[in-house]
Every structure is written in structure tokens, then in C-alpha cells.
């Protein structure tokens, strides 16, 4: 049978995962990932002054290396791939030239971390952010944050453009207009060599740059000139028009479908952001709370626009018209570290052991990397089935999530985590346990943000990383939240996600809401709260706001 292929290409923090589905009933035939190599050594990044960036060649050789990967372990056709939709991390912007090219891929910027992707997680932006909230509410005309939650982030577009600008006259002089990730990879795809015509997204524009109908786009000059002339001339060099990614963006270039295999009638949806294709992966319906759960976590909802109404969601990472299902309101909130908290944890504990390791003579160099390999492979695993042996009563360590800044509600990242009651029975994996519950009692204080604000939750989904890998975090959020939670069958639900917009980008379907119910994947696992536990927690909770408050200084 000659059934139609379409492929979904997830850019998570670490790695690119793309799935080749059959747009008949979802089944994935293929999957493959690419994991960054210069990310993976750390370059162009500085953890202590909180700058991540990526070098674009991470992104372009794991697009080739993916979808070659998903077509040759699927032995399909090239004319049975009818489209591809992009997502990614975001905010994560980066400059480019007259032509739509990164300048680190020009000569002279190669190994300038101000001309990469700086990638969400990067904090190095926070005085900006602060005065882009500043003016927004003093300056006297409207409040352009007001769909952003009312706080602007130092994650997000503006404020980070603003920071290297000020940091970099070279950057600023070359960077003739600045593209988020999704766009650009899209971009590349189609071989768009403008970047004013250029299809750009409304998922990323809206949740992150502050654009919204209402005032015509992005906010006037008149605001942006108020921070640096740059940005007012940039808003020229910018969009007006965004666009949902059941749109298509263009057809595959020439140059890719010869590097790929494919063929130039494949269709290219409008790309989107890692939490919206996931939520769409997820099987996203009103009143039902997506957690993406990766690196970071974000929370995804969506509503109808009656439901809505005027209403203004305060301290969420904006509401905004078809960022997640085309024709409703997509909400977004999140946490800026999740399973990055553990990451933390885990690194502290092994770092030290590795350069012991290292320089032992008691064994070779291949004994060694095969010994260290297997510790940080193993290491969280182990801390989360001895953290299940703790009774849930004992736990009394109490930590507090915000070693990335605290992204919802209100997002504050010039916040740090903190641990307080420890004692010398206090081990590995109580600390970590209670690193477990922190990052539980995070998404809980986003639950009720949500609640507070009218809007009702009667369902959660998990899916990400660590929602199909961690049974200790899955059952302590479940007890937390007292809720069941289902877990999306999919491992890669987001680059489902986006196989599910390619799918209507292409008119296979007619819209997201009909490709989700032909492709949809389902739930392989549902975590229900444990009775004795909610109290516990309950308490827990508690102690958690009370040390947040004390931490904020409130
Ligand atoms: N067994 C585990 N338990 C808890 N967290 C885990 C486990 N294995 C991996 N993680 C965390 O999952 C995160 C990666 O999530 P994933 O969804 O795969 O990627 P991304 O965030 O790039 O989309 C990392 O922060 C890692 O620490
Ligand atoms: O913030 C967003 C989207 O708005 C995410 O891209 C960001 O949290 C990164 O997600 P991951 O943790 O890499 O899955």
C-alpha cells in the first residue's frame, strides 16, 4: 500500500530527535537522535555566569544525520514523505545576515559565542529583562507584557538581542535581522534567503517576543527605541505577520532534498516551539494540563477563545492565538530547571569520583571511559530506586527548585535554589529525594497559579524525558498534586507533535484537532496519587512556600 509518510524533527537542550509516522494511524516507523557534540564539551558556554549558546553547525549536521537516519531505518520511498515540521527550544534567537545566514557561519564570527543561538536557558540577560519590565509598566502608553503574563524573562528574545547588542558592536553591526531556532532551521529547509519574507512563527513570536494583533505586531518603535536604537531599526528588519504551523512555510530546497534524499514536493510546515508540538503530541483538550518534562518543564494548555474572553492569565508565559491548536488560546508556563535540578545533583556527586577516576593507574584508558560511562548513566537511576526506599513520612529536607531561576509563576531568574534541615543522616539520596520533591512542589505552585487565575484543570499528561524514565518523579508529582497523571505512550511526543502539523501542513488532514485523532499515540501508563502520601506532602508544601518567601525575601 502507498500510505503517506510526514517527519517531525524535536531540537530538544541536548540532542535532535526526528520520527518518520504514517500519517494514517501515527505509527512511528523510525526514530533517530543526534546528540550536540560542541554542546556535549561544553563549548561557547559559562555555567557560573549563566551563558549557554549553541553553534548552528550542532543543529544543521543533527538535521541531516536525523531524517537520513529515520529514512534509512525505514526503507520508505522518497516521494512517500509529504512533509516535515521543525521544532525547537525557545526562546532561543539567534543573528543573521541580509540572507538569512547565521553569523557563525560567516568567517570572523566562527567562534563568537554572541553570534550562536543563545539558547533559552540563558540567563546572562537578566538586567535587561529587568528594564524592559521596568519601562513597560512606566512609560505611559500600553503594556506590551500584558500577554506575557505581565513579567518579560531574561529567556526570551528582546531581552537577550538587547544584552548581546550591548555586549557586541561587531554582532550588531553584521546582524541585519535575528531568527528564533524553529524559524531558522524552517528557514534553511526551504532555502529562504530573506528573512523578511520569511514565514515566521506565531508560537514563538507571541509566547516570546511580544507580538500580538491587537497593537499590529511587535510593539512600536517608539517602545523598543527606549532601550537601544538597535532594536527600533531591527523592528523594520523583523515580521508583521506570523503564522500557525498547520501553515506551510515552503518546499523543500533543492540543496536539501539532494543532501536528504527527498524529494522537492515535500512541504514544509511553519515551525513551533519543543512544549507546543508536545502538547499537540500529547493529545492536548481543554482543561487537561500537558507537562512536557525534560531539562526544563513546560506546562501547556489550551482554551477556547469564549473561555478566555479578555481575561489576562497573570505570571504565566503568555496565552497566545494558536501557538498550540489553531483557532484556540495556547498557555504556557514552566519550570526553568526540572530534570536539569537532578542533572545538577548528579554532577556534583560525580564529578569528583570521574577526576579520581582519571587519573588512577589501577586502570587503562578504555577501562576507565567504559567505567565513567557507566556512572553517569547509571547514577540517577541508582539515587531515584534508593530515594523510593525512603518512606515518604521521612522526608524532611526541604529544597527549593530555583537553581535556574524560577520561570513561573512570576518569573523572578535572578532567584537560586536552596537546601535547609540537613543533618548527618542527610545522604545522597535523601538529598536528592527531596531535589525530587522540589521540582514537584515547582509544577503544584504552577497548578494553583493556574487554579487562582480561573482556570480549571481537571487532567494531567506527562510526557518529555523524564515523564517516561522516572517513576520517582512521576509518583512523587502524582502525591504532590494529588492527581492522577497519564503518560503519553510516545517517547518523543513532541516530534509527534510535529508530525501531526506536517500532517496537516501537507492537507492530509484537514486540521491539528482531525491529526491528532488519526495519529495519536495514546497513554501506556497512568501514576495515581497515594492516599497515605497527600497529607505528607500537603505539609511538605507548605514548608516549601514558607522557605521560597524566605529566600525571595517577601
Ligand atoms: N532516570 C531519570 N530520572 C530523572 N531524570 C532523568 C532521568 N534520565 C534523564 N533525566 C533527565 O532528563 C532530562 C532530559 O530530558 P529530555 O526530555 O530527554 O530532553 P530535552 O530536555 O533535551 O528535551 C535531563 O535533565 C536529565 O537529567
Ligand atoms: O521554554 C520552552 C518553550 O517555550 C522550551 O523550549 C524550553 O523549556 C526547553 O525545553 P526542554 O527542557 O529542552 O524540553
Request: hydrophobic residues 40%; proline residues 4%.
Amino acid at each position: 500500500m502507498n500510505d503517506n509518510y510526514v517527519i517531525g524533527l524535536d531540537y530538544g537542550s541536548d540532542s535532535v530527535r526526528a520520527v518518520l509516522v504514517n500519517t494514517a494511524d501515527g505509527n512511528c516507523l523510525s526514530s533517530h537522535v543526534y546528540w550536540y557534540p560542541r554542546w556535549k564539551a561544553g563549548k561557547y558556554c559559562d555555567p557560573v555566569s549563566n551563558r549557554f549558546r549553541q553553534h548552528p553547525l550542532d543543529h544543521l549536521e543533527g538535521l541531516e544525520q536525523t531524517i537520513k537516519g529515520v529514512l534509512s531505518k525505514s526503507g520508505i520511498g522518497k516521494d512517500q514523505v509529504k512533509a516535515i515540521c521543525v521544532d525547537t527550544t525557545g526562546s532561543s534567537p539567534m543573528p543573521v545576515d541580509e540572507k538569512g545566514q547565521s553569523l557563525a557561519l560567516k568567517p570572523g564570527f566562527a567562534e563568537n559565542p554572541n553570534a550562536m543561538m543563545v539558547i533559552w536557558k540563558d540567563h546572562t540577560s537578566i538586567k535587561e529583562a529587568d528594564e524592559i519590565n521596568e519601562v513597560a509598566r512606566t512609560w505611559g502608553g500600553e503594556d506590551f507584557t500584558k500577554y506575557e503574563g505581565g513579567i518579560y524573562s531574561s529567556e526570551w528574545f528582546w531581552s537577550k538581542i538587547l544584552h548581546v547588542v550591548r555586549e557586541d558592536e561587531a554582532v550588531k553591526n553584521a546582524a541585519f535581522s535575528w531568527m528564533e531556532h524553529c524559524d531558522f532551521i524552517t528557514a534553511q529547509l526551504v532555502g529562504s534567503t530573506d528573512p523578511l519574507a520569511f514565514k515566521r512563527s506565531r508560537c514563538a513570536a507571541g509566547h516570546k517576543a511580544l507580538w500580538h494583533e491587537s497593537w499590529g505586531g511587535l510593539p512600536p518603535k517608539e517602545f523598543l527605541g527606549k532601550f537601544h536604537p538597535y532594536l527600533a531599526e531591527l523592528r523594520d528588519r523583523l515580521y508583521t505577520e506570523t503564522y500557525t504551523s498547520d501553515e506551510v512555510a515552503g518546499n523543500l530546497s533543492k540543496e536539501w532534498a539532494e543532501k536528504l534524499g527527498l524529494s522537492e514536493d515535500t512541504i514544509i510546515a511553519v515551525g513551533t516551539f519543543d512544549a507546543h508540538a508536545g502538547a499537540v503530541g500529547g493529545e492536548i483538550t481543554e482543561n487537561t494540563l500537558i507537562k512536557v518534562m525534560g531539562t526544563s518543564t513546560c506546562d501547556v494548555m489550551v482554551a477556547s477563545k469564549e473561555t478566555i474572553g479578555d481575561k489576562l492569565i497573570s505570571g504565566i508565559c503568555g496565552q497566545v492565538d494558536g501557538s498550540v491548536i489553531p483557532g484556540t488560546i495556547g498557555l504556557e508556563a514552566g519550570q526553568s530547571g526540572f530534570g536539569d535540578v537532578l542533572a545538577w545533583f548528579k554532577n556534583l556527586v560525580v564529578k569528583p569520583s570521574v577526576a579520581l577516576i582519571q587519573n588512577s593507574t589501577l586502570l587503562n584508558q578504555e577501562q576507565k571511559d567504559q567505567l565513567i560511562a557507566e556512572i553517569e548513566e547509571q547514577i540517577i537511576i541508582k539515587l531515584s530506586e534508593d530515594a523510593l526506599q525512603i518512606p515518604v513520612a521521612e522526608s524532611t529536607i526541604v529544597s527549593l527548585d530555583w537553581i535556574n531561576g524560577r520561570r513561573t509563576p512570576d518569573a523572578n531568574q535572578s532567584l537560586k535554589g536552596a537546601i535547609r534541615n540537613l543533618n548527618m543522616g542527610s545522604d545522597a539520596a535523601r538529598v536528592f529525594k527531596s531535589l525530587v520533591e522540589a521540582i514537584s512542589f515547582g509544577s503544584k505552585s504552577i497548578v494553583e497559579r493556574f487554579r487562582q487565575e480561573g482556570v480549571q484543570i481537571d487532567a494531567v499528561i506527562g510526557l518529555g524525558g523524564v515523564a517516561k524514565k522516572s517513576i520517582l518523579v512521576m509518583q512523587t508529582l502524582a502525591d504532590v498534586l494529588n492527581m492522577p497523571i497519564k503518560v503519553a505512550t510516545s517517547d518523543q511526543a513532541p516530534a509527534l507533535g510535529a508530525a501531526m502539523y506536517a500532517a496537516v501542513a501537507a492537507g492530509i488532514h484537514p486540521n491539528t484537532e482531525a491529526a491528532i485523532k488519526a495519529m495519536s499515540n495514546g497513554f501506556d501508563k497512568v501514576y495515581e496519587p497515594i492516599p497515605a502520601n497527600v497529607p505528607v506532602y500537603e505539609k511538605l508544601y507548605a514548608e516549601y512556600v514558607e522557605f521560597g518567601k524566605l529566600i525571595e525575601g517577601k
